[in-house]
C-alpha cells in the first residue's frame, strides 16, 4: 500500500473556490472517477473526481473552506502495483490507463484489494429517532418500510410521517441490520422519538453523531457516478437512496423531511442542490393544506410533434442565474417604485466634459453620475444599505457603500461590483466601469469582482423600453433599474417645454424597507439627477 495526497485541480480563472459537499468520508473505498468534493465558485458548481481508486486515508478540507488550485484535499490509499491482490504486474500504469484496458475486471480486483485492508467493522446497537421536525408537534406514522432483520443502506426510507399539510419520509442515518421496531402504523410521534434499533458498525454511528465528519454518499464506493446519476429517480419510498446528491444535501433533506426522490436536480448530471431542496420545502410550504403535495411544475412537452424542434444545453451561468433569480422571486416580497427623472441638464453637463473626457482618454456614459447618485442615497437612506439575517431577527447595517452594475455578456448576465462608490469621483467612476465591464465581456472577472454589493442598478440603456421591474439581488433588499432616456414635453413656466426624462424602477424588499422609504429614495434620487450640483454638495 501507499499514500497519495489528492490536490485541487487547475480551477482556471478563479482564485479560491468554496467547497461546498463533501461526497467521501474516511474509510470509505472510490474508485477512479468517483467524485470526491464539489466546489462553488461565483459562476458555478464544480464536482473534483477521484483520478485513481483507494481508500480514503485523511480529508485536509472542510465544507465552507476556500481552496485554490494545489491545495490539498485528502489523501487516498492505494494499492501497490506489485500487489498480488492488485492490477497485474505489468500494469504499472496509472489507473486512468489500467481502468480502460480492462474495464471487467478492474473494479473487482480494486474491490478486493481494499476489502482486504479495511479491518471487520465492530457492530453495535444504536436507536434510530425521529429528526428535527422543526416543531413539537407530534406526527402520525402512516407507513412502515421496514421489518426485524432487513438489512437497510443509508437514506433508505424508514417510516412515512403525515402533518396537517404534507407527507414525509424518514431516511436511515447509517447502515446496518434492523434488530427491533419501536413504533407501529398510527403511532404518534415527534422530534427525537425512538424507530428502530439497528446493529450498526461504530465507525458509522460515530460519523453519525459528528456532522462535520458526515460526509459518506449513499451510493456504493463500486458504482461508478455516471451510473447513479442515470439512475431514474423513482416516485415513492425506493426513491430517496437513488437520487443523484451529496451528503450536505442528504443531511439537510433529512432534517426538513423531505423525500430527495421527488425533487427535481438542478446542478450538474441533474445534481440536487441545497437550493432545491429550499426550492421544494418552500412550494410544500406555500400549498394548500388539503393538497399534500408539492406544487407542480411545467410539464414537458414533446414539441416535435408540431415541428422540427432542437435541445440547446443551458450553460452553467445560464442555469446558476435561473436558480438565483427563482430563489429571489419566491423569498423577496417585491414593491416596485416607479419614478421620471428630468435629466436634461446633467445631458447637457455631460456634453460639454466630452472634450475632457478625451483628453483624459475616457468614455464618459450616464453610468458614473447613475453610480455617484445612488452612493450619495444610501448614505442618506441608510435603511437601503442593509440585509435581513436569515432568523429575521435582525438586519445587517453596511458602514461602506459598494455598488454592483448588471453587465450583460454571450455567455449571461454578471453584476460586477464598484467598491466605495461614494469615496470616487465621477472619472474615476467611469474608468472603472469602462475596466470591469470589459473584463465581464472577457470573462476576466475574478471571484472578489462580483462579491460584496449592497445595491445593484440595472439598465436597459440604449435597448429601449418605456421600463421594467427587476428582481432584488438577494440579500441585497433594493435594486434600480434604469430605462432609456425619451424626449417629453414637460410644463414649465406656464408651456410645455421638451425634456429629457428618465424612467426609473425601484424594486425593494418590502421585509427590510417600507413603502415610505422606498418613496423618499426615489424622489431624492430625481433630486440628485436633475441638477448636477446637488452631487457635489
Not at 59 to 71: A, E, K, M, R
Not at 440 to 453: I, V, W, Y
Amino acid at each position: 500500500m501507499s499514500i497519495e495526497n489528492i490536490k485541487v485541480p487547475d480551477l482556471g480563472d478563479s482564485s479560491e473556490v468554496e467547497v461546498i459537499e463533501l461526497l467521501v468520508s474516511v474509510g470509505q473505498s472510490v474508485e477512479e472517477n468517483d467524485s470526491l468534493l464539489v466546489l462553488e465558485s461565483d459562476k458555478a458548481a464544480m464536482e473534483i473526481p477521484a483520478p485513481m481508486a483507494g481508500v480514503v486515508k485523511s480529508i485536509s478540507v472542510n465544507l465552507g473552506d476556500q481552496v485554490s488550485t494545489g491545495s490539498e484535499m485528502l489523501s487516498l490509499e492505494i494499492a501497490e502495483s506489485g500487489s498480488q491482490d492488485s492490477a497485474p504486474e505489468e500494469e504499472s500504469a496509472p489507473a486512468v490507463e489500467s481502468t480502460k484496458e480492462e474495464p471487467a475486471t478492474e473494479p473487482v480486483k480494486v474491490e478486493e484489494t481494499v476489502s482486504s485492508s479495511v479491518a471487520a467493522p465492530v457492530l453495535t446497537s444504536q436507536t434510530i429517532e425521529v429528526p428535527d421536525l422543526g416543531s413539537d408537534d407530534e406526527i402520525e406514522i402512516i407507513e412502515i418500510h421496514i421489518k426485524e432483520k432487513d438489512s437497510i443502506e443509508v437514506d433508505d426510507v424508514l417510516i412515512t410521517l403525515e402533518s396537517d399539510k404534507a407527507a414525509m419520509d424518514v431516511p436511515a442515518p447509517y447502515a446496518g441490520v434492523i434488530e427491533s421496531l419501536l413504533v407501529a402504523v398510527g403511532d404518534k410521534v415527534k422530534t427525537g422519538s425512538p424507530i428502530a434499533k439497528i446493529l450498526a458498525s461504530a465507525a458509522a454511528a460515530k460519523q453519525e453523531a459528528q456532522p462535520v465528519e458526515t460526509t459518506a454518499s449513499s451510493r456504493p464506493a463500486s458504482a461508478p457516478p455516471q451510473a447513479v446519476a442515470s439512475s431514474p429517480a423513482t416516485s415513492g419510498h425506493e426513491s430517496s437512496k437513488k437520487v443523484y446528491a451529496g451528503p450536505a444535501v442528504r443531511k439537510m433533506a433529512r432534517e426538513l423531511g423531505v423525500d430527495l426522490g421527488q425533487v427535481k436536480g438542478s446542478g450538474a448530471k441533474f445534481r440536487i442542490l441545497k437550493e432545491d431542496v429550499q426550492k421544494f420545502v418552500n412550494s410544500r410550504l406555500n400549498a394548500p393544506a388539503s393538497q399534500g403535495v408539492s406544487l407542480s411544475t411545467v410539464p414537458d412537452i414533446d414539441f416535435s410533434q408540431f415541428g422540427e424542434v432542437e435541445e440547446v444545453q443551458r450553460s452553467k451561468l445560464h442555469k446558476l442565474i435561473s436558480v438565483n433569480m427563482q430563489r429571489n422571486w419566491n423569498c423577496v416580497p417585491h414593491v416596485a417604485q416607479f419614478n421620471e427623472i428630468d435629466v436634461t441638464d446633467l445631458e447637457e453637463f455631460r456634453a460639454g466634459l466630452k472634450g475632457e473626457a478625451e483628453r483624459r482618454d475616457v468614455r464618459l456614459t450616464f453610468l458614473p453620475f447613475l453610480l455617484k447618485a445612488c452612493a450619495k442615497a444610501l448614505l442618506e437612506y441608510p435603511q437601503f444599505n442593509v440585509s435581513l439575517h436569515s432568523s429575521g431577527e435582525y438586519i445587517i447595517q453596511k458602514k461602506y457603500v459598494h455598488i454592483g452594475m448588471a453587465v450583460a455578456t454571450e455567455t449571461g448576465l454578471v453584476v460586477p461590483v464598484i467598491r466605495n462608490a461614494d469615496q470616487k469621483s465621477i472619472w474615476q467612476l467611469a474608468e472603472e466601469v469602462i475596466e470591469l465591464s470589459n473584463k465581464a465581456k472577457n470573462r476576466k472577472l475574478t471571484a472578489d469582482e462580483m462579491q460584496g454589493a449592497c445595491f445593484t442598478i440595472s439598465s436597459l440603456g440604449a435597448i429601449g423600453g418605456t421600463g421594467f421591474i427587476p428582481i432584488v439581488n438577494a440579500p441585497e433588499v433594493a435594486i434600480l433599474g434604469v430605462g432609456k432616456t425619451d424626449i417629453k414635453p414637460v410644463y414649465i413656466g406656464g408651456e410645455f417645454v421638451p425634456r429629457k426624462v428618465l424612467p426609473i424602477t425601484l424594486s425593494y424588499d418590502h421585509k427590510a424597507v417600507n413603502g415610505v422609504d422606498g418613496g423618499l429614495f426615489a424622489t431624492y434620487l430625481g433630486k440628485l439627477l436633475s441638477d448636477v450640483r446637488h452631487l457635489a454638495l
